[in-house]
């Protein structure tokens, strides 16, 4: 095979997956941590935002939501361009973009798509106004394959506080009820030694357990743990291995964190590009990274080929 068809081989089994999000100016969370995670895993990844977001690790100072048609046109035309077979959803900023986002996913055909529901901020503040919400949950969320909502944006759509496992594993049960898709909801503001989720899928709930890593105050954990799952998604893999790759992949990319001093204080950011680049300096890096490394290398060698059928979609949540 000459060398000019070996790159149009590696070209056409390079699995793409679209991150439709915002961009953050710190690149710890949105499309940015989005892109590192595609590319750690082995997925080409594209582009579509929603809103400039000027932010470091604790503060927002400022959003900029992008025009809701230009939205639009950056979605159908990577859909249109490339063999996209992964979507994933960030902020989507306000009902207009939220609108915009639904019109273009609903032409999409056998791609598997993680909607993170981004509408509720760190602090408990709203990030999205409830006519926003309104289409999240009546047009968004029945186009998923898989809902990520977190503690407070579960309590927000069931109207219900959420403080211990047994009420999350109700919660991610009735989520699932509600929209009729997977849920995978997120218990890493739950007190105790562990982060553990919880996935509803058809008949059944399943836990994804990892320990806390103490004193690192990142941001974009959410970020990148549903990109991580998109990419796996991408590639064809079953919904729950997807997700304890991705639950390993994010708790690696929290012990490798990077760290740096400044006046009175620390930026800490999460480090996805842990399985293909170990070579940050030490002082930046997690005493305990190493003994991590192996393995994950191994989640970025190439799977299996991806089921291109349409009812692949709807396989995979049998777990």
């Known amino acids: 095979m000459s060398n000019k068809n070996a790159r149009r081989s590696q070209s056409a089994a390079t699995t793409v997956a679209l991150t439709v999000a915002g961009s953050d100016s710190s690149a710890g969370a949105g499309a940015q941590a989005d892109l590192k995670t595609f590319t750690?895993?082995?997925?080409?990844?594209?582009?579509?935002?929603?809103?400039?977001?000027?932010?470091?690790?604790?503060?927002?100072?400022?959003?900029?939501?992008?025009?809701?048609?230009?939205?639009?046109?950056?979605?159908?035309?990577?859909?249109?361009?490339?063999?996209?077979?992964?979507?994933?959803?960030?902020?989507?900023?306000?009902?207009?973009?939220?609108?915009?986002?639904?019109?273009?996913?609903?032409?999409?055909?056998?791609?598997?798509?993680?909607?993170?529901?981004?509408?509720?901020?760190?602090?408990?503040?709203?990030?999205?106004?409830?006519?926003?919400?309104?289409?999240?949950?009546?047009?968004?969320?029945?186009?998923?394959?898989?809902?990520?909502?977190?503690?407070?944006?579960?309590?927000?759509?069931?109207?219900?506080?959420?403080?211990?496992?047994?009420?999350?594993?109700?919660?991610?049960?009735?989520?699932?009820?509600?929209?009729?898709?997977?849920?995978?909801?997120?218990?890493?503001?739950?007190?105790?030694?562990?982060?553990?989720?919880?996935?509803?899928?058809?008949?059944?709930?399943?836990?994804?357990?990892?320990?806390?890593?103490?004193?690192?105050k990142t941001h974009g954990t959410g970020c990148t743990y549903s990109a991580a799952i998109t990419a796996e998604l991408a590639k064809g893999v079953e919904l729950s291995r997807a997700i304890a790759t991705a639950k390993k992949f994010v708790s690696s990319a929290i012990r490798s964190h990077f760290v740096w001093k400044f006046g009175h204080g620390k930026i800490f950011a999460l480090n996805p590009s842990c399985i293909a680049n170990t070579t940050a300096p030490a002082s930046q890096r997690h005493p305990e990274s190493r003994r991590h490394e192996e393995p994950l290398k191994r989640m970025a060698r190439p799977r299996a080929k991806r089921d291109p059928s349409p009812s692949a979609r709807f396989r995979m949540t049998a777990c």
Do not use: W
């Not at 990844?45 to 048609?69: F, M, N, W």
């Not at 950056?74 to 994933?88: C, D, M, N, T, Y």
């Not at 699932?176 to 058809?202: E, F, M």
């Open 40 to 216: 750690a895993l082995g997925v080409y990844g594209l582009t579509a935002i929603t809103c400039i977001v000027a932010e470091t690790p604790g503060k927002v100072s400022r959003i900029q939501p992008a025009d809701p048609e230009i939205v639009r046109v950056q979605i159908e035309l990577s859909l249109k361009s490339f063999p996209v077979a992964g979507i994933k959803t960030g902020l989507l900023c306000n009902a207009e973009i939220v609108a915009q986002v639904v019109r273009s996913l609903r032409k999409v055909k056998g791609c598997r798509v993680v909607v993170d529901p981004v509408i509720v901020a760190t602090t408990g503040d709203a990030l999205l106004a409830p006519e926003a919400i309104e289409i999240y949950e009546r047009e968004l969320f029945p186009l998923a394959t898989l809902l990520t909502p977190n503690l407070d944006e579960a309590a927000r759509l069931l109207g219900d506080s959420i403080r211990d496992l047994a009420a999350m594993h109700r919660a991610a049960r009735a989520l699932a009820k509600k929209y009729g898709t997977a849920v995978l909801l997120k218990g890493g503001h739950l007190r105790g030694r562990r982060a553990i989720d919880v996935l509803s899928s058809g008949n059944r709930t399943r836990e994804f357990s990892a320990l806390f890593v103490p004193d690192v």
